[in-house]
């Protein structure tokens, strides 16, 4: 791993698409998991806790999100980005990331009651500082996470997400929420994940833990940090200034009414991030100076995840009154409304964490945190226009806003890799146009069988069995034509790397109009 004082690449670029997927496989397993266990807690808390708990929470967390802007300084992609780094980069970012994580720690239990006092909520008050110890444990293990992404062992990173959500939310958060603890079962299982995930990644990948401060590395941290922490106050006004002003405006209800809503969204659209964004990552900064690859990677990259998400949104779109009856129960039926508005932004989110993980993996930090600049001001300027309709409205303003910052950052990546518009229409137009087609057969049947008065269980089932059969039944026909040339290129590279029992499930489920051999590296 060390050689000649200086931490290498291990792993050759020719062979780097064999490390991405096989990364993938690890990092899909993991998602699975932790979002089986994910699904599992919030059918129960849904359940046990009310949208006041939730919004309670989502107010807390609005301030730790905050003063996380500056808890690592842009530590960890700076070690996974930097080419070259030594011990004494490692010993220095080590020592930032206390020094700041104790003094952020002070800081959260100081101010409490100011956040209290503007969201008139003196409940959150204790919340913030039961919360406050979290800068210290996550700054435990910054060095070691980001050590693991540069070195690509995303096995090991599996490992500890797995077992720190399932320790959290299903060890301890849902016992204190059965129990009747209500927001502090939400408290305990967030304290709980956060210092076995630390721990975890300290086991795995130990380093050198003396204290330094050192001119030289701090100089290049500052200035990968400047448009960072630039890009990460425009990115947390963007995500959180909705929930601030919300909070502020209409109270915790209302909070907790639009945060779950919000964090349905999110939650869907993060199964493909985490499954493909952390990888490519790592491996966009290897080819950040391979223009060719790097473009080949981001086109293959956002067809697949098109090809995925296109038809989860429209048809979650159909069968939202199902979707909250199962998760979430009958109690929360004014999410529907909420939820449905903001569902197209799933694929809008996805297509620019792809677009601006390229755009970090080239270093163009400061051009991404003017972007979220502007598009933090369209979210605060969608939901101020929004509260005159309640929460419907915010979503409609915050939804929009999201197409627009997409476009944006996506006009970003094309000059980067020097592509025109046309190639990404080309590859993604049939994939739009084969999922409206599903989603009209989705809207048939669901109307159909909640005229029947069909259980939400059954149409889930039926609707989704229908169109994923419609969905094979397409690549069965001609894969090319319903979605694109390039999304076809990248299911044969995903069999010609799948092991051999994933390759016999998807021919079976794809036809034999995908072949391995029509796929040319």
């Known amino acids: 791993m060390e050689k000649n004082n200086k931490i290498q690449l291990k792993t050759p670029i020719p062979h780097l698409s064999d490390q991405i997927f096989k990364n993938i496989l690890w990092v899909s397993f993991r998602t699975l998991i932790i979002y089986g266990a994910r699904i599992i807690a919030l059918m129960i808390f849904a359940r046990f806790l009310k949208p006041e708990d939730f919004g309670i929470i989502t107010a807390s967390m609005t301030m730790i999100t905050f003063l996380s802007i500056v808890h690592h300084l842009g530590i960890e992609p700076f070690l996974v980005q930097y080419p070259k780094i030594d011990s004494i980069y490692i010993r220095v970012s080590f020592t930032l990331t206390m020094l700041i994580g104790g003094t952020l720690s002070l800081l959260s239990w100081v101010i409490a009651p ?194 995925i998400c296109c038809p989860i949104v429209i048809i979650s779109m159909i069968i939202t009154p199902e979707l909250v009856d199962v998760l979430l129960g009958k109690q929360w039926n004014e999410i529907i409304t909420p939820l449905r508005l903001l569902t197209p932004g799933i694929w809008s989110i996805m297509l620019y964490e792809i677009s601006h993980r390229l755009i970090m993996a080239k270093g163009n930090t400061y051009s991404l945190g003017r972007i979220q600049i502007f598009y933090a001001g369209l979210v605060v300027l969608g939901t101020w226009i929004g509260l005159r309709w309640g929460v419907n409205g915010v979503a409609i303003g915050v939804m929009l806003a999201m197409v627009v910052d997409t476009i944006l950052v996506v006009v970003i990546v094309l000059k980067l890799i020097e592509i025109k518009w046309y190639v990404i229409f080309n590859d993604l137009i049939p994939i739009v146009v084969s999922s409206c087609i599903l989603g009209l057969c989705g809207w048939i049947i669901s109307f159909t069988l909640r005229f029947l008065n069909f259980h939400s269980i059954a149409v889930l089932l039926i609707v989704g069995l229908s169109c994923f059969l419609s969905w094979s039944l397409f690549w069965r026909l001609s894969p090319t034509f319903f979605f694109g040339s390039t999304a076809t290129e990248a299911t044969c590279m995903m069999l010609t790397k799948a092991p051999s029992q994933m390759q016999a499930v998807l021919r079976f489920l794809l036809g034999n109009q995908v072949r391995v051999n029509d796929w040319n590296g």
Not at 120 to 131: A, F, G, P, Q, Y
Not at 170 to 177: Q, S
Not at 188 to 195: K, W
């Open 114 to 307: 100011i956040i209290a006092y503007y969201f008139h909520m003196e409940n959150i008050t204790v919340v913030i500082r039961i919360l406050s110890p979290v800068f210290l444990l996550q700054g435990l293990s910054t060095v070691s996470k980001a050590l693991l992404q540069r070195e690509m062992c995303f096995k090991s990173l599996a490992k500890i997400e797995m077992l720190s959500y399932i320790t959290g939310y299903i060890g301890v958060g849902i016992p204190l929420a059965v129990c009747g603890f209500r927001v502090w079962a939400l408290v305990g299982a967030y304290l709980t994940e956060t210092f076995v995930s630390s721990i975890s990644a300290l086991i795995l990948r130990p380093h050198d833990f003396r204290p330094a401060i050192d001119r030289k590395p701090i100089r290049h941290m500052l200035k990968f940090a400047e448009g960072y922490i630039l890009m990460r106050f425009a990115n947390y006004m963007s995500t959180q200034a909705d929930k601030i002003i919300v909070g502020q405006r209409l109270g915790a209800y209302e909070l907790g009414i639009y945060s779950r809503a919000y964090y349905l969204i999110g939650l869907v659209s993060s199964i493909v991030d985490k499954t493909i964004g952390a990888v490519l990552f790592a491996a966009m900064a290897r080819l950040q100076h391979n223009q060719k690859q790097l473009a080949l990677i981001y086109l293959r990259t956002i067809s697949l995840i098109s090809l």
